[in-house]
């Protein structure tokens, strides 16, 4: 491995890791298109810099968030009241991967937190035999 893009992806990072190892200067276009509305807790100018700008897909990946994200609090809660911290831990990962794409920085954060701290809990053990 010669290189390491961590996520969540920035497309001109990519492009520019790329052209460093190809040896070769990618072809970007210059600054991030604002035909979005301006939408509080998203960093639009990040998250459009790691989709190359391309607001329609931004407004996809948004609207999918809200499909696939809009009830996360209620999965984690039935997890964890179930003690099933894999599937807990694994929604509290994808929600901070999913936030960190949109921009979302707050709750990416927050979300890396809370996987941070469901890492740390060890699966209750059954005694009783």
């Known amino acids: ?3 390491h893009l961590s996520k969540p992806l920035d497309v001109n990072l990519l492009y ?6 190809m040896h070769t200067t990618p072809n970007m276009a ?3 298109p604002r035909t979005l509305p301006d939408l509080p807790g998203l960093d639009l100018v990040a998250a459009l810099g790691r ?3 391309n607001t329609a897909l931004f407004s996809q990946l948004l609207k999918r968030f ?21 599937t807990a831990r694994r929604d509290a990962h994808t929600l901070k991967g999913l936030a ?9 954060s927050t979300a890396q937190v809370l996987q941070l701290t469901l890492r740390g809990i060890s699966k209750p053990r059954n005694f009783s035999n």
């Open 100 to 108: 960190g794409n949109l921009g979302a920085n707050a709750l990416q």
């Open 51 to 53: 989709l190359n700008g």
């Open 1 to 3: 491995m010669s290189d």
């Open 16 to 21: 520019a890791t790329l052209g460093k190892w």
């Open 66 to 86: 809200h499909e696939d994200q809009g009830d996360v609090l209620s999965r984690l809660r039935q997890a964890l009241d179930s003690k099933d911290l894999e």
């Open 30 to 32: 210059g600054g991030v």
